[in-house]
């Protein structure tokens, strides 16, 4: 088949189809990445909500704030679809996002398309790379908002513009006719328009790059002889755009909005360079920045300049179109001023409106139509290196140099934009407004007779898209749209009805609070318990916690305040450095995450720094919970010298704790504690939403999971599951206990766990047992258990020294008695590690050349004095060999008479380290503490040091400096006692 004019058809390579699907999956991977590791902040709480409303409302442009219908400002096409993807992706941070990622994607190979179009595959390629890694164009696919969306929609307006400006030039000077009515200029502006009219639909701003892309309709039609068409494009537009007005017009003429401030032009010309170009995530100061968007604006005008000089082809055909008069007087400015105009449409109409109306310009994301005419510019900028090292022979110096440069320049620009998605990733300067920690804080520790407040009601639909217990009541306060006065009469009921208030800090952005008189009100009536900021960008995410004073009944009788609180349970009595203790309250029994005490002191104010130690022992007098909490939250907690006053403390249950009756107990740091009484700890089942609801993905100081996650592991024949096994560490050293929490689930019908127990395994490869085990599964007072209740048990796995290294299994076997519950399941592993091989001797006070035995001797030790009763003692062993005997250490303290007074015998290091396991040149560190009774008569006592089979008593033969010792011991220093003891 014969090509236009007669010319062969070409094949399309397959390369660049296969870099340009490696771009597309480069641009998913880091769009992807991490998608739901950040909440949502202010703007994206409001997705979930109004994309769930009815399609009627979405297209009224309707958000709800505390029952009061107001109007949102961005039109609804991004709303109506992810009212239909939530449909497909559910309502995960992770599915309201998705949308953005995939819309980012798709603009790779869009503007890859538009890109060679204007000006070859080079320019194409190189559009497509930065669009990939253009860190703001990641940032904003990491969004649930419209922008990903817009940028698509505005790069498909003006590749279709910019082919019906090439189909004009091929038509008019090429005389072909191609008989397809999408791409001739009247086809082409159907499309065009729209494609216009979803983007108006999505964000107004790209009415003025509409406005400005139509100047170049109009010529297009003029010169095509569809002047007629010209009148009829702009009555669509204004029809498109009618349904519109009632809800711009009126924002138009109205005052300044919230957040909208005055911006000198000169700050939003420099945006359009550092933002489209390193994005959110960089911190324009350093120099490394400023280097870049130098460079990136350098790029910018040799994009412009190669852009008016770059040669036209037809992209199609590959073919140099021929001279004409049309390149002579359009082929220099037309790429540049359409490239121009599409960057700076938007920035320039936002600042006319802000000098006609009021301001308009709310940050980088307002003028984003813009950005993929910055990448093509870039890309020019790029290309005119390479097309220069291609042409001829002249000017050999020039062509080095840009093959140079070329790479390098592309090399700084991907610097760049690495640097800044490494912040979007990893640097926590750059996350956004955490208010899914905030939501999980307050509801992982608040009471059922609590309530949260929001300064800011805007906030309060990212709170119900977060909200997992409905048993806390929610409000804002000022109440949505009115002042603040601080006279609230619901402040009062709050404090009122409420035990404690959990007030989020952010304000509202209309200044409807501006003085904080909110806050004021609450902090001059109640008593600050919790203050903690949480990580933000664009606010002061803070909670605050405020008790209300509403504290039970005491539950310990009635005492003295002159009572120490060590000899007596009564209340009040006197904490050693502390105010008296005059009463405590709890909830017993408790069913909900976190045991709050509240404590009322009386009598001077104490040390804020001071602090108090909160037990929680289970039936079996196991400490099962430690706490310590300062005795005032802060320097400027309120206190009253002549007044009772009540303070309120905070203790988080670790998820799962198994139910029963617990021992609470209180005392100032490092003295003896008070019992306040007993603690009914419900089953989870009780709880208002379940662990696992609840702590989803939260995991605790040391990284680990607080609850289990997805499937269990094992379910059992009666229903009960083990849900998670979660070792403490990635690998345990022989001779080491390695801990393990294990989660237990309660299956539908309930469990009786009276009689059960488990059988714990750990078998290597070929199913030989290294080391087992039993216990009841949660805890040894357990019984009849309630459907779906969670259990933690921790526990450990004990590897004896001896153990060889490597991967073990875990097999676990459910004993009803001593009748198994069905077949023994392999479920979870451990990795059992060699002791790290340590052959240098440490430094130390005492050398000797003391040998124990062929295979055994010891260069050095340390040897304290004599301090409370126990003398230190460290022996760095060196095996010469691997010793064939395990040995056990000895160190005797003698008296004048040869008797032994005192001892201590072990198993080398505590017991981990027997001799048979020690590798030739290794270096063992072995301490021990020899007591020195304090009954001793005075005199000298000598200290020795040998080894010996446990098996026989026989102690290898020890020399000194090649000298025999008597009794096979080594003489290490004689004490004169007292005098030598401290």
């Known amino acids: 088949m014969a090509a236009h004019r007669g010319e062969p058809t070409r094949r399309r390579p397959l390369t660049p189809l296969l870099i340009l699907l ?181 964000h107004y701003t790209v009415a003025f790059l509409i406005a400005v892309q139509g100047l170049f309709w109009a010529w297009v039609l003029w010169r095509s002889g569809l002047k007629w068409v010209i009148i009829a494009a ?257 402040l009062a009921a709050l404090a009122r009805d409420y035990e404690r208030v959990w007030f989020i800090t952010d304000p509202p952005a209309d200044k409807r609070d501006e003085e904080k008189l909110i806050q004021g009100w609450l902090d001059a009536n109640l008593t600050e318990t919790i203050n903690r900021l949480f990580p933000a960008r664009t606010t002061e995410a803070r909670v605050i916690a405020y008790s209300t004073d509403r504290s039970a009944a005491p539950v310990a009788p009635a005492g003295s305040s002159d009572q120490p609180c060590a000899l007596s349970s009564l209340l009040p009595c006197s904490l050693s450095g502390f105010p008296v203790l005059a009463s405590v309250a709890f909830d017993s029994p408790l069913a909900l995450p976190s045991l709050w005490v509240d404590l009322v002191w009386e009598g001077e104010r104490p040390a804020a720094n001071n602090s108090l130690v909160f037990t929680l022992s289970d039936p079996d007098g196991k400490e099962r919970l430690r706490e310590a909490r300062p005795i005032l939250p802060d320097d400027d907690t309120r206190w009253d010298d002549s007044a009772p006053n009540h303070l309120s403390y905070d203790i988080p249950l670790p998820p799962g704790l198994p139910p029963g009756s617990y021992t609470l107990s209180v005392a100032p740091e490092g003295n003896e504690p008070l019992t306040l009484g007993v603690v009914d700890v419900a089953p989870t089942s009780a709880w208002p939403t379940a662990p696992e609801t609840l702590f989803a993905g939260l995991r605790d100081a040391d990284g680990r999971h607080l609850t289990p996650a997805g499937r269990p592991v094992a379910v059992f024949a009666n229903g009960l599951e083990l849900a998670g096994i979660v070792p403490w560490d990635d690998a345990v050293l022989p001779g080491n206990t390695l801990p393990v929490t294990l989660f237990w689930r309660v299956g539908l019908d309930g469990v009786d766990l009276s009689d059960l127990r488990y059988l714990l395994e750990v078998v290597d490869s070929r199913g030989n047992v290294l080391r087992s085990q039993e216990d009841r ?89 004599p301090t409370d009763g126990l003398l230190d003692l460290t022996f760095y062993w060196q095996a010469q060999a691997v010793p064939e005997r395990d040995y056990a250490v000895f160190v005797h303290l003698v008296n004048e008479a040869g008797e032994i007074v005192a001892q201590v015998d072990s198993i080398p290091a505590g017991g981990t380290r027997p001799t048979t396991g020690w590798r030739a040149r290794e270096v063992i560190t072995d301490s021990h503490n020899l007591p020195i009774p304090a009954d001793l008569p005075p005199g000298p006592y000598r200290v020795y040091l040998g080894l010996y089979d446990p098996a026989g008593g026989t102690r290898p033969s020890v020399t000194l400096d090649g000298a025999p010792q008597p009794d096979n011991q080594l003489l290490l220093t004689t004490l004169h006692l007292p005098e030598d003891a401290q």
């Not at 890109?115 to 990641?138: D, E, K, S, W």
């Not at 119900?464 to 749209?481: C, G, M, N, W």
């Open 234 to 490: 702009a009555a669509v537009a204004v029809l498109v755009a009618v349904p519109l007005i009632p809800y711009t017009i009126p924002r138009l003429l109205s005052g300044a909005e919230a957040n909208y401030f005055y911006v000198s032009p000169l700050t939003m010309l420099l945006d359009v360079v550092r933002f489209f170009n390193l994005g959110l995530t960089a911190d324009f100061g350093r120099p490394f920045a400023v280097a870049l968007n130098v460079l990136a604006f350098g790029l910018l005008l040799l994009g412009v300049r190669a852009a008016a000089r770059y040669e036209i082809r037809n992209t199609k055909y590959d073919r140099t179109v021929p001279d004409s008069s049309f390149v002579v007087r359009h082929s220099s400015i037309i790429r540049p001023v359409f490239l121009l105009s599409w960057l700076l449409a938007v920035a320039f109409g936002l600042m006319a409106g802000s000098i006609l109306f009021k301001p308009m310009y709310q940050g980088v994301r307002h003028i984003m139509a813009g950005s993929p005419a910055f990448l093509l510019l870039l890309a020019f900028g790029l290309a005119g290196f390479k097309m220069r090292e291609a042409r001829g022979e002249r000017r050999t110096t020039s062509r080095r140099l840009s093959r140079i440069l070329y790479p390098f320049l592309i090399f700084l620009i991907l610097a760049g934009s690495a640097v800044a998605l490494f912040n979007l990733y990893a640097n926590p300067a750059y996350a956004k407004d955490d208010f899914r920690a905030i939501v999980r804080f307050i509801e992982t520790r608040a009471g059922d007779r609590d309530v949260i407040v929001y300064n800011n009601a805007v906030l309060l639909p990212l709170h119900e898209h977060y909200r997992r217990r409905d048993d806390i009541a929610v409000t804002a306060l000022p109440v949505y749209p009115q002042m603040a006065t601080g006279r609230e009469p619901e």
């Open 777 to 865: 599964p949660g805890a040894s007072w357990l019984e009849q258990m309630p459907a779906g209740a969670l259990l933690r048990e921790d526990t450990g796995l004990y590897i004896r020294p001896d153990s060889r290294p490597g991967d073990y299994r875990l097999r676990w076997t459910l004993l009803n008695g001593d009748t198994p519950l069905g077949e023994p399941v392999i479920r979870g592993r451990i990795a059992v590690e060699s002791w790290p091989l340590e052959t240098a001797v440490p430094a130390a006070p005492y050398s000797v050349a003391a040998e124990f035995g062929p295979t055994i001797r010891l260069p050095a030790y340390y040897m304290g004095v």
């Open 22 to 202: 490696l771009l597309m999956l480069l641009g998913f991977a880091l769009r992807a990445h991490n998608l739901d590791a950040f909440s949502f902040w202010t703007d994206e709480g409001l997705t979930p909500a109004r994309s769930g409303y009815a399609l009627s409302q979405i297209l009224r442009n309707e958000i709800v704030i505390q029952g009061i219908v107001t109007k949102d400002t961005h039109p609804p096409l991004y709303y109506l679809v992810i009212h239909l993807t939530r449909q497909l992706f559910g309502a995960s941070d992770f599915a309201f996002r998705y949308p953005s990622v995939l819309f980012g994607v798709l603009l790779i190979p869009l503007i890859y398309k538009l890109g060679r179009r204007m000006g070859g595959r080079t320019v194409g390629m190189l559009v497509a790379l930065l669009a990939a890694v253009n860190p703001l164009q990641v940032y904003y696919s990491q969004e649930a908002r419209m922008y990903t969306l817009l940028v698509l929609l505005v790069t498909g307006m003006s590749y279709v513009l910019w082919q019906a400006i090439d189909q004009i030039r091929d038509t008019k000077y090429e005389k072909r006719n191609t008989g397809s009515f999408l791409i001739s200029p009247a086809g082409g502006l159907l499309l065009y328009m729209l494609l216009a009219a979803l983007a108006f639909y999505t």
